[in-house]
C-alpha cells in the first residue's frame, strides 16, 4: 500500500519560504512520478509542479515559475517542494500525489493521473 504524507506547511508572510515535504512509503519511489497539487475552498485542485523518475523532469504552472523548485531524494523516499517569495494567492491546501512510471522520465499534469494521493498540508501567506 502506497502511502504519503505531506508537511512542512504554515503560516508565512507574504515574500516568506516554506519548504514542503511529501515521504513516500510502501514504494520504491525511483519508479514513482510525484506532483504537487493545491485547492482553495469552491475551486478544483490546480497542478502546481511535478517530478519524473529523474531530477531533470520537472514542470510547473507558469504562477510559479523562478519561485518554487521540486527535488527528489530516493535515498530518502521524499520529495521536496522549496516556495519562495509565497504571495497571498498561493495560499491553498497542498496535496502530494504519486504515479507509477513504467518507463519514460515524464511527470502527468493533471490530478486524475495520479492514483495515490496525500491528506494534505496547509499553506497560509499573510500580506
Known amino acids: 500500500q502506497v502511502q504519503l504524507v505531506e508537511s512542512g506547511g504554515g503560516l508565512v508572510q507574504s515574500g516568506g519560504s516554506l519548504r514542503l515535504s511529501c515521504a513516500v512509503s510502501g514504494a520504491f519511489l525511483d519508479y514513482y512520478a510525484i506532483g504537487w497539487f493545491r485547492q482553495t475552498p469552491g475551486k478544483e485542485r490546480e497542478g502546481v509542479s511535478c517530478i519524473g523518475r529523474s531530477d531533470n523532469s520537472t514542470d510547473y504552472v507558469d504562477s510559479v515559475k523562478g519561485r518554487f523548485t521540486i527535488s527528489r531524494d530516493n535515498a530518502k523516499n521524499t520529495v521536496y517542494l522549496l516556495m519562495n517569495s509565497l504571495e497571498p494567492e498561493d495560499t491553498a491546501v497542498y496535496y502530494c500525489?504519486?504515479?507509477?512510471?513504467?518507463?519514460?522520465?515524464?511527470?502527468?499534469?493533471?490530478?486524475?493521473?495520479?492514483?495515490?494521493w496525500g491528506q494534505g498540508t496547509q499553506v497560509t501567506v499573510s500580506s
Open positions: 500525489a504519486a504515479q507509477h512510471i513504467r518507463a519514460g522520465r515524464w511527470c502527468p499534469t493533471l490530478p486524475s493521473l495520479y492514483d495515490y
